[in-house]
C-alpha cells in the first residue's frame, strides 16, 4: 500500500511540477483563449448581448419528450464551472502571487471566456440524439471532428477518473473543512450528507439534474454577489487601495502571471 500511495504521490507531483511550476497549462490557457479570441473575432464581447436573448429559449420536443431548456443548459454549464475553487483559488493565487495576481486572473477569465464558448459551440455541432435527447462534448468533436476516436476514449477514461475521484473529492473536502471551522461538524457527517444530496440528483438524469441546476444556481449566484456586495460596501474606504495594489504589482514578474492563471483556473 505505501509503495501505490508513494508511486501516486511521485506521479502526482511531477505532474504538478511540469503543468504549474513550469507553467505550462497557464501558457496553454492564454494562448488557446488568445488563439480563439482572435479567430473569433472577441467573440466574448461581440456576442455578450446575444446571450441575454438566446438563455430565454425553451426546450424542444424530440420523440415526444421535452429536452432541457436554455437556461437549464446554462444552469448546468455555471454549476460546472463555478464552486468551491471559486473562492479558495482566489485566497490561494494571492497568497502565490500578491495582489498583482487578481489582475491576470481577470485577464485569464476574459480571454478564456472565448475557450469556454468554442468548447461548447462544437459539443452542439457535433452532437447526437438518441431516445432520451442529445448526447455530446469533448470525446465525440475528437471523434467525429479530429477523426481520433482513441483520443475521445482517452478524454472519457481521464474526465471519468478526474471528475469521480479527484475534482468532487475536492470540493467535498473543502465543503467539509468550511463547516467543521464555521460549525465543528465532523467532516464525515457533512461527505456522508453531500453523499446523499448528490447520488438523489445524478441518479435521476440530466433531467434532474437540470432541474435542480435550474434551482440552486440562481439562488447559489444572488447569495455569492450579495456576499461579494457587502464585502465591497463595508471596506469601500480601502477599494482604491486595493485597485492601486493589484495594478502596481501586476507586472512585477512571471509569478503574478502564474498564481492569476492557477487561481481562475
Known sequence: MEVIENFLNELVNGGNDILWNKGVLICLLLGAGLYFTIRSRFVQFRLFGEMFKVIKEEAKEQSGKKGTNAFQAFSITIASRVGTGNLSGVALAVAAGGPGAVFWMWVVALIGMATAFIESMLAQVYKESDKDGFRGGPSYYME????????????????????????????????????EEAFQIDPIWTGLVLVILAGLI?????????????????????IYMLVAF??????????????????????GGMREVFAGGAGAA
Open 144 to 179: 467525429k471532428a479530429l477523426g481520433q476516436k482513441w483520443l475521445g476514449v482517452l478524454f472519457s477514461i481521464l474526465i471519468t477518473i478526474s471528475f469521480g475521484f479527484v475534482f468532487n473529492a475536492v470540493q467535498a473536502n473543502t465543503i467539509s473543512g468550511a463547516v
Open 202 to 222: 445524478v441518479f435521476g438524469g440530466i433531467k434532474r439534474i437540470a432541474s435542480v441546476a435550474g434551482v440552486i444556481v440562481p439562488v447559489m449566484a444572488v
Open 230 to 251: 457587502y464585502v465591497v460596501f463595508t471596506n469601500l474606504s480601502a477599494i482604491p487601495e486595493v485597485f492601486g495594489m493589484i495594478f502596481s504589482n501586476a507586472f
